[in-house]
């Protein structure tokens, strides 16, 4: 295996309800050369969450410590108080397994990571069909508040304005055809 075939990096980015999480397993059931970056997180686990497999969550202390260390490749306070990022021994941890790290992280993050491995990434963003389409998708989850849906609204326009720094884009009017998309994308990035 070249060293390049064992350093690249894909990344799936998207504001909040574009489905980016539905493309990212579909390309990982597609492509067992691909392994999810697990993020680290300094939220509480959910319910069914598990430590090391959905997040490597962190305590405040410890993830402020690791970011002096600057044992992240990309970190950022997504909400006020909560910390998200990608350790660099974890995109390691996954070459050194001789597969590819795929990482479906926030805008700004995508852009780090990009910036910090530039010959090696392959970015997709995931572009809602409309704002509109995005306030509703929020909606009928019914997780959110009107305060939270109107700030995660915002927060999407605001990141859409972003999507011309990455490789590709996306526009997910249709799940299916979003990932079949993608899927194509993807495999000629891993043949290269």
Not at 32 to 43: D, K, M
Not at 100 to 116: C, R
Not at 142 to 150: N, R, S, V
Request: glycine share 4%; charged share 30%; proline share 4%.
């Amino acid at each position: 295996m070249s060293m390049n075939a064992a350093h690249k990096i894909i990344i799936i980015t998207a504001p909040s309800g574009a489905g980016k999480t539905s493309i990212t397993r579909h390309l990982l059931k597609k492509y067992p050369q691909l392994e999810f970056s697990v993020s680290a997180a300094t939220r509480s686990p959910r319910m069914h969450e598990k430590d090391g497999v959905d997040y490597y969550f962190l305590s405040l202390e410890d993830f402020k410590q690791k970011i002096v260390n600057e044992e992240f490749a990309e970190w950022e306070m997504v909400y006020e108080g909560k910390y998200y990022g990608t350790l660099k021994k974890e995109l390691q941890r996954i070459w050194d397994a001789g597969k590819t790290p795929l990482l479906d992280i926030e805008v700004k993050g995508a852009i780090h990571i990009q910036e910090l491995y530039p010959q090696a990434t392959l970015s997709l963003f995931i572009e809602p069909p409309s704002v509109e389409e995005l306030r509703r998708r929020l909606e009928m989850r019914g997780t959110e508040t009107a305060e939270t849906l109107h700030a995660r609204v915002n927060k999407a326009a605001y990141e859409i304005s972003f999507k011309h720094h990455f490789d590709k884009i996306i526009v997910n009017k249709e799940l299916e055809e979003a990932c079949r998309e993608a899927a194509l994308i993807v495999q000629s990035f891993l043949l290269n």
